[in-house]
């Protein structure tokens, strides 16, 4: 079945460092695949998102590539900032759009 | 943008008894709502889909009888654990979709509970 298997964290970086937080990604279909953020005491986010193949999703300095050749949805990010601590979830999501597939979180902590 | 009020952000409770968490969507009607849960160190795995004015429909592995959900608005959703015990202890999220299409998913805040 689909699942999606994200980097354990916790990650802890210093601010204007660079991010990656790795996500790979199994699907019967052709999903397409989502970052979602979660800041401190709110919901989940959309951040960004990608639906076909070779599609870059960016958002507020994030980007992700969809590789169907890896199987992969890294996260990307030149240099981090205080305000980007959070938790960072990658989904996938079939063709119908009901079924979420979700990582596990890596939750991301930088500091000044 | 739109919001989904999930409420309670956190519950202690004791063994036996039952809680319900509400999802509410604010500023939009929502066909469909769905129940995710995550155990610690786990994903997010999807529980039930809420539809409006008909019966959930249950993942694998949900018990139904245990984890009772009613959408008797287009706005609101509740999900009540009954007779909890500590392996129910997780964080139960909910999210909501505008209209009866495929657009972007809104999410609640989550409910983290904790069965003693």
């Known amino acids: 079945g689909d699942s999606v298997t994200q980097m354990e964290g916790p990650v802890t970086l210093s601010e204007e460092a660079f991010l990656t937080i790795n996500c790979t990604y199994t699907?019967?279909?052709?999903?397409?695949l989502f970052w979602y953020v979660q800041y401190p005491g709110e919901g989940l986010q959309l951040l960004l998102k990608?639906?076909?193949?070779?599609d870059k999703g960016s958002n507020k300095g994030f980007e992700a590539t969809y590789r169907k050749e890896t199987t992969s949805f890294h996260l990307e990010k030149g240099s981090v900032q205080v305000s980007d601590s959070a938790v960072y979830f990658c989904a996938l999501s079939e063709v119908s759009g009901n079924q979420f597939y979700f990582g596990t979180g890596t939750s991301l902590t930088v500091i000044p | 943008g739109a919001v989904v009020s999930q409420h309670p952000s956190r519950v202690i409770c004791k063994s036996g008894t039952s809680v319900k968490i509400e999802c509410r969507s604010l500023?939009?009607?929502?066909?469909?709502m769905f129940w995710y849960r995550q155990f610690p160190k786990q994903s997010l795995m999807l529980m039930a889909t809420s539809n409006e004015g008909s019966k959930a429909t249950y993942e694998q592995g949900v018990e139904k009888d245990k984890f009772l959900i009613n959408h008797a608005s287009l706005t609101l959703s509740t999900l009540t654990v009954t007779s909890a015990h500590p392996e129910d202890s997780s964080f139960y999220i909910c999210?909501?979709?505008?209209?009866?299409?495929?657009?972007?998913?809104?999410f609640g805040s989550g409910t983290q509970l904790s069965v003693l």
């Open positions: 699907a019967t279909g052709y999903p397409s």
């Open positions: 990608a639906t076909k193949a070779d």
């Open positions: 500023d939009f009607q929502a066909t469909t």
């Open positions: 999210s909501a979709r505008p209209g009866t299409g495929g657009g972007k998913l809104f």
